[in-house]
């Protein structure tokens, strides 16, 4: 089992930058790729990011590519992902998650979620 709890969302004007955190606590956090994900009202959850087990790997949809950044800090049990440039587009609840071993890109692959943390951006 494995808990996560996301932090650090909130409201940002347009072209500024949040950091997400996501602190992670049960089983072997390195054991597990981590993804963050968003769901906007209304709309299906979707990827944003990925990293594999040790950093090394990182992986971005399209729209956060150039802006986002996924990192992780295996000895705090702890993922990041670093928005900068944001845009009013971004505004969505941001969830991370848990893959045992390998990355994915969606949703059903991930096991464990946290709550989320709402990133609102104004235009």
């Known amino acids: 089992q494995v808990q996560l709890v996301e932090s650090g969302g909130g409201l940002v004007q347009a072209g500024g930058s949040l950091r997400l955190s996501c602190a992670a606590s049960?089983?072997?956090?390195?054991?597990?790729?981590m993804g963050w994900f968003r769901q906007a009202p209304g709309k299906e959850r979707e990827f944003v990011a990925a990293?594999?087990?040790?950093?090394?790997?990182?992986h971005y949809t399209d729209s956060a590519k150039g802006r986002f950044t996924i990192s992780r800090d295996n000895a705090k049990n702890t993922v990041y992902l670093q928005m900068n440039s944001l845009k009013p587009e971004d505004t969505a609840v941001y969830y991370c998650?848990?893959?045992?071993?390998?990355?994915?890109?969606?949703?059903?692959?991930?096991?464990?979620w946290g709550q989320g943390t709402q990133v609102t951006v104004s235009s």
């Open positions: 049960g089983r072997s956090f390195s054991d597990y790729a």
């Open positions: 990293i594999n087990r040790s950093g090394g790997n990182t």
């Open positions: 998650a848990a893959s045992y071993v390998v990355v994915h890109f969606t949703t059903r692959e991930y096991v464990y």
